[in-house]
């Protein structure tokens, strides 16, 4: 740590001479050391060498989106905690233990008052379905046009335990259509989940996939789980107990080995569905058939929320046998649109796990293209006046939207030219001592290393004008491979 000046004096030779004061320098060595705060348990920071995956999986994502039609829609992070618990559902593991809630009534703001809203339980996002859905009610979309295709990408919250795979603060992206209960939707919905994945060249994912059944058959697939079950009920763990007098359904989702045994052997939902649930769910798979879709018939999947409905999936990764690490999943909720309070609306959707992904580009060592700089002029200087005038080239060319670095810091021409290299710079502006005094300053082409002396009050508009030949160059060689390819 540096010690602080206190008293700065000027010496009879005008040298500037530093005092520091007793003061300072006692508080200097029994100061305690200041404890560094750090990030809370299961949250994570990105740091730039791993941000090009990110990039490139949400890049592939939105390309993906888009070209299937979906709109990109934003919901709050924050809502009431009721949506959560009437959407998700309140025995869920997501909302009795996960759910990350705070009493609105104690955050008075800056008014000293309470907000009448914010007086009831809020809630962090544990997904992003139930946030779309209040926000498809809440602005009018259901007189849109149907299907009403969305899609999001955002940050969602479990007080999960952390471990390899799972966190408490994670990003998902979340595709939601609206409108719609035709099974091609559903084959074409599970489609655009699979081409995100094969298009970021995912090789190794699975999709397995189910009927759940609807409103009619619910009922009946329950009354025989809860027969099977009952009879070995000593055998299940304590959650699943409770499981059973509340949702049987939500103990084929138990991870437990002993509850897993038992899963294995349980009536199977499927054969218990009605004809109706099973004539939609042949019809999606001969069109996952017909799309070259791949999927494994997984006769008991269940997902972790009790809005789905008829056709659920998930994506797998082939080495995790166990699904612990599920890539991503949905189904469809033909009910939750009016559970909300809005009109009777089929819907599906999917939400993929970002975090996941990346971590399996990263281990399956899947290349991922680096961002190239997009620095096109690097301005370098050399003492204090050329200083000065580079900080104004600077601010000249970005005002006519080129990309410009400076190494304010780098003393030396080789530093700067070096820095200049690494950022990938197409030219570099050069004001050295001579040139500040003249008003001019060196271009440079950092391809051929050919420099012309341009003067100051020209400069801005030469090397507008280099910078848009040399882009187009590029562009028509771009062209000209595809072309060859
Ligand atoms: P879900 O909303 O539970 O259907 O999850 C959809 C996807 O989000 C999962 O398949 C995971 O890829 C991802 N995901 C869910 N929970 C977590 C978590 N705690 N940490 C990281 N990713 C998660």
Redesign the pocket.
């Known amino acids: 740590m540096p010690l602080a000046l206190d008293r700065v004096r000027y010496n009879s030779k005008k040298r500037f001479v530093f005092i520091a004061s007793k003061f300072t320098i006692c508080r200097y060595i029994f100061m305690p050391k200041m404890q560094p705060i750090n990030r809370l348990k299961?949250f994570r920071d990105i740091l730039p060498e791993d941000s090009h995956y990110w990039d490139f999986a949400i890049s592939v994502i939105e390309s993906v989106a888009q070209g299937a039609g979906l709109e990109k829609i934003e919901v709050p992070m924050l809502e009431k905690s009721d949506l959560f618990l009437r959407s998700v559902g309140e025995e869920t593991d997501?909302v009795s233990k996960?759910m990350y809630v705070f009493d609105g009534s104690k955050n008075k703001g800056t008014s000293g008052k309470k907000d009448k809203e914010e007086q009831s339980q809020l809630a962090l996002r544990?997904?992003?379905?139930a946030g779309i859905v209040r926000a498809y009610i809440e602005n009018g979309m259901q007189v849109w046009p149907k299907p009403v295709s969305l899609y999001t990408i955002g940050r969602?919250f479990?007080h999960?335990n952390?471990q390899s795979?799972?966190?408490?603060?994670?990003?998902?992206c979340?595709v939601e259509i609206f409108g719609e209960s035709d099974p091609t939707i559903d084959a074409n919905t599970i489609g655009v989940s699979w081409q995100m994945l094969t298009d970021m060249r995912i090789t190794s994912a699975e999709i397995n996939i189910n009927s759940m059944g609807c409103s009619v058959c619910r009922p009946r697939i329950k009354k025989i789980l809860t027969d099977f079950f009952k009879k070995k009920e000593s055998k299940l763990c304590d959650d699943c107990k409770k499981r059973l007098k509340k949702n049987p359904l939500r103990i084929l989702d138990c991870k437990n080995e002993k509850c897993q045994a038992l899963i294995a052997v349980a009536p199977l939902m499927i054969e218990n569905i009605c004809e109706d649930c099973k004539g939609h769910f042949m019809s999606v798979l001969e069109y996952l058939d017909e799309m070259g879709v791949p999927y494994n018939l997984a006769p008991n999947l269940v997902?972790?929320?009790d809005y789905y409905n008829r056709t659920v999936f998930?994506?797998i990764t082939k080495n995790d046998t166990k699904r612990q690490?599920?890539?991503?999943?949905?189904g469809r909720y033909d009910c939750l649109v009016e559970e909300l309070g809005g009109e009777m609306t089929p819907a599906i959707g999917?939400?993929?796990?970002?975090?996941?992904?990346v971590e399996h580009l990263k281990t399956e060592n899947i290349r991922v293209p680096k961002p190239k700089s997009k620095i096109n002029v690097y301005v370098i200087h050399l003492g204090e006046e050329s200083k000065k005038i580079a900080l104004q080239i600077v601010k000249n060319l970005r005002k006519i939207g080129i990309s410009v670095g400076m190494a304010v810091g780098k003393d030396t021409i080789k530093a700067q030219m070096k820095a200049a290299d690494k950022v990938n710079a197409l030219f570099s502006v050069i004001i050295g001592q001579r040139e500040a005094v003249t008003n001019v300053a060196l271009v440079r082409d950092m391809r051929d290393g050919i420099q012309e002396t341009v003067e100051l009050k020209e400069l801005t508009e030469r090397v507008f004008n280099m910078v848009e030949e040399r882009k187009a160059e590029e562009e028509d060689y771009r062209k000209n491979k595809k072309i060859k390819k």
Not at 325 to 330: E, K, P, Q, V, Y
Not at 350 to 357: H, K, N
């Open positions: 299961g997501v996960e544990p997904e992003l379905t969602c479990r999960e952390p795979g799972r966190f408490r603060e994670f990003t998902q979340s997902r972790g929320f998930e994506i690490n599920a890539l991503g999943g949905g999917f939400g993929l796990g970002i975090d996941r992904i």
